[in-house]
């Protein structure tokens, strides 16, 4: 099967209104026929509101557009986010006053309206997910792209899955990539050699085990996979494996199934803003240098089909390495731009595999520019400077 995306590119041939991202979601909702699916839907919009200094989110003007489509359709539109991201929203221009609808947290107010549900998979059983999409009948799922320092990507798929459940589930989520083990004590039994290990991170990754003193501990999400740990624990010891990585992107595609699960078929849509693009997802509460060129803002029925077009576009443009915090190693390596800074064995890819796999939509898709950019042509001549 192949899905259709729906892409507004980033580029534009006039200074006109009409060729900007502002008016090619307005294309996009159009070709995605929102209006036309919302009659008395109550419509949840789930994006990230950011939090304390974040600039680069979805602004105002974007998720307006998206408020009025639904309301022109008859709709009710609400925006939801997680508790700590919600209560702050106005501070970052989140208001009904200026997006048209109001912004509510996806578990109530103290985080504990939830419902369960229940799927086995490492460390996690119940499933809580947010009551607010509990009680939507129809869902936009608004996702700024960005880097993630456990996946190394966040888009459409991370807003759903750790967006749409409550505190204590993300949490669990984030702990999936300790369940195989990968620190074997019994190989590494003196202090001085584990002390050894924890020094050579250079990123401070390693750390003794609170809960286990003399034992370490991999915190996954600043581990770029430098290999410097390994030249110092004894063999086998010590363990940097790409299946403990991957286990977060499966936690979200699960995640991600349980929460469209609750909407009848065709009763979601799903949009990717690819600009500013910052090394960390915009729960860290700022927003630094872009790390990307702007790659646009894509829209589809697929959200599998949605982030594969996303990182496909955004494969093609260079890392801008001047704009990576120096604290981040960049090790140019043949996969995606994302991997130069957070490491091959965080391989974006990995959680439309694992999302495909679970039969949420295709990696097959054919992209749709709105609205083409026209080349310009310029006079056959050398530009000739115009001096009196
Ligand atoms: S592989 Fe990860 S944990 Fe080991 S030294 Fe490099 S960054 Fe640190």
Redesign the pocket.
Known sequence: MTSNVYWGSPRQARLDAAETLPAKLDLILDALHLRDRVKDELVAIKMHVGNNLSYSVIHPVFVRKVVQAIKDGGGKPFVVDVDWDASGAEKRGYASETIGCPVYPVGGLKDNYYVSYFHEYKNMKEWKLGGMIQDASFLVNFAHVKGHPSCSFGAAFKNLALGCMVGGTRGLMHDTHHVDPYWFPELCPDAETRQRIID????G??VEDRHAPGNLH?HYE?????????KVAPEGSWK?NPANFWTFQEAMAISTSIVLGTFDPGKAVHLNLATHMTPVCDCFGFTSMPILPDAGIFGSDDIVALDQATLDVIAQSRLITENVPTSMEVIPNDGHPFTWMH?PMKDPYKVVEYGEALGLGSRQYELVDVLPVEEKKFAPMAYIHARS
């Open positions: 050579s991170c250079p990123h990754a390693i991999l600043p581990c770029n996979q430098c290999g410097r740990c390994l940097i490491g």
